[in-house]
Structure formats: structure tokens, C-alpha cells
């Protein structure tokens, strides 16, 4: 996130949003603010609510209660103003394959008042495309057609992007290139960039912040570092009887360790616990032969959240 976001009026705010459906709370008073500058990520496991919030924040559904401020013009009352601010790309952008990429974008442009051809290459330049630009979609990758449609949603300068699973069918090459245009977009163009995503290790890399959902309720915003930090360490510990030592942890400490091999055994614990492990161990004639701690994931931390539940 940029050093002066903190300071800056929120781009997007959630005030106690929630939804209803058949009498069943989906969705169960978030409140949260997302900033200009910043990549913003969801996370939750299935049906925690990460794509219902986001059908809100774009007015494709309504809330029961609440409300949802972009640039500080409200959906409810303001819904034109409010949604001029923001792109969106929800997974695979469609486009017309007949059609050159700046064909597909002339064609976009036309539909919004004020979209010059000094802009439409302007976004070009921006993700990339120059040099393909006047070849047809047919011809593209998935990744290029990803970056043509990120193109597309910023056409009308949106302070806003919204991508639901944008990473969905591309390969390593064009998920890492795509991560490159997002950081761009927050830090150069100060844009405030929503991202939903299943892949744990991607959100780790992309995201500044993310927010956490659980059956429709906010767990908590973080940056990710704040995030991985938090909850027990992991220690991985060279030993001379790995299923043994294993044992005596679960008996002595309580503590659940995994022993992947013979000599090796996996121990989460709290950092100033460590020293309690170790005397354990020595104490019942473990020999120990080195002592790591490991350093934890958003993936290892999501699932100590979550109970182990998948994400979306």
C-alpha cells in the first residue's frame, strides 16, 4: 500500500453491510475500508461470502441493511456516481475474437461519453499490449486477454478495480505478469484494486491487505504480514527418533507435531515456547541435531483460521 494511504479518505466503505436471503444471513454486518493505492484481497472459505460482498460493492445485488460508499457517493442513494468509479472483471473478460484488441476497446469506448483514442492507447501502454494491440483476440493468449480486459474496465479512469478470480486458466507466466500490472495500477496510477482469489500463494504476493470472511462475518483486516505473524510458529527439528519424539510432545505438551520422516518432526508451537520443546525433548533423551523455525504462509495461517476449510 502507498505510505500516505492510511491518511487518505477511504476509495471504498463497507458500513455495516449485510445480507439476507430466505431468512438466512449471508452476508452479517461487515464494516471495513479499502484505500487508493493499495491491492485489497478476500479471503474465506466456500460460502464464506466473498462474491455476494462483491455483487454488492458493484450493485448487482442489493443489501438488506447498510450501505456502501465509493469515493463517498452511495450505492442506495447514489448509484450512477458511485459506480462510474469502478471497473470490474469477473473472471475470464469477453471479448469479440473477430475483432483486434484496439477494435474491441474502440468498440467499448464508444458506449462512454469522453473516451478519447489518446486514452484508449494510453491503457494500452499500460498493460502492455502495444505491440499486439491491432491483432485479433483470436490470436491472443488467455493472459493477454486478461490484460486486454483490465485495459477495458480502466478506460473511464476508475478509481476502483474489481477482479473476481482473475487468475482463473492462466499459466505461471501470465499469473506473474498479471501481479506486475496490479501493483502498477495501485502504485502509479493510485487505483484501489479489490481481488478474490482461491490461490493462496498468489493473494500472499499480490495483496497489501487482505479481509478475512467466515459464513458471512469479518474475522478481520490485516496487512499480510500482520496476518502470517499472528498464531502459533513452526519448528522443524532434526532428531534422532522422530515418531518417538513426536509422542512425547502430544503426551507432555499437548501439542499435535507431524513427523514427516524418521529424523525430522514439525512442532507448532508459540515462539517462547520453543525452549520448553527443547528441554522436553532432552530431558527424556531425544538427541537433537538442529532447530529451524519455519517460516509460515498464508496458506498455513488461513487453514489455523479457518479449521482447515477450503477457500472459494
Do not use: W
Request: charged share 25%.
Amino acid at each position: 500500500m502507498s505510505n500516505n494511504a492510511e491518511a487518505n479518505k477511504p476509495s471504498v466503505r463497507l458500513e455495516h453491510v449485510s445480507k439476507r436471503i430466505g431468512g438466512k444471513t449471508i452476508i452479517d454486518d461487515l464494516s471495513f475500508d479499502i484505500y487508493s493505492g493499495e491491492v485489497f484481497g478476500f479471503l474465506g472459505p466456500n460460502g464464506a461470502g466473498k462474491t455476494t460482498t462483491i455483487r454488492m460493492i458493484v450493485g448487482l445485488m442489493r443489501m438488506s441493511q447498510g450501505n456502501i460508499y465509493i469515493q463517498g457517493h452511495s450505492i442506495k442513494g447514489e448509484f450512477k456516481k458511485a459506480i462510474r468509479q469502478v471497473g470490474a472483471i469477473v473472471e475470464n473478460p469477453e471479448m469479440y475474437k473477430f475483432l483486434t484488441g484496439y477494435q474491441n476497446l474502440l468498440h467499448y469506448a464508444r458506449m462512454i461519453p469522453g473516451i478519447s483514442k489518446d486514452r484508449i492507447m494510453e491503457v494500452v501502454k499500460l498493460v502492455e499490449l502495444q505491440d499486439r494491440i491491432h491483432e485479433k483476440v483470436k490470436r491472443y493468449s488467455l493472459g493477454m486477454r486478461q490484460r486486454l480486459g483490465v485495459a477495458q474496465a480502466l478506460l473511464h479512469h476508475p478509481s476502483v478495480l474489481i477482479l473476481d478470480e482473475p487468475t482463473n486458466g492462466l499459466d505461471p507466466q501470465g499469473i506473474h505478469d498479471l501481479r506486475n500490472y496490479m501493483h502498477k495500477l495501485s502504485r502509479e496510477e493510485n487505483v484501489s484494486v479489490i481481488v478474490s482469489s482461491h490461490l493462496l500463494t498468489e493473494m500472499q504476493l499480490m495483496c497489501d491487505r487482505i479481509g478475512i470472511l467466515q459464513k458471512g462475518k469479518l474475522i478481520g483486516v490485516e496487512t499480510v504480514s500482520e496476518f502470517i505473524e499472528k498464531g502459533a510458529a513452526k519448528v522443524r527439528m532434526q532428531v534422532d527418533d522422530a515418531r518417538l519424539a513426536a509422542q512425547i510432545v502430544k503426551d507432555k505438551l499437548s501439542i499435535d507435531a507431524a513427523a514427516p520422516d524418521e529424523t525430522t518432526i514439525e512442532v507448532p508451537v508459540d515462539h517462547d515456547k520453543i525452549p520448553v520443546v527443547i528441554d522436553t525433548l532432552v530431558i527424556s533423551k531425544i538427541k537433537i541435531y538442529s532447530v529451524i523455525t519455519v517460516a509460515k504462509s498464508l496458506e498455513d495461517r488461513f487453514l489455523e483460521v479457518t479449521g482447515g476449510k477450503s477457500v472459494e
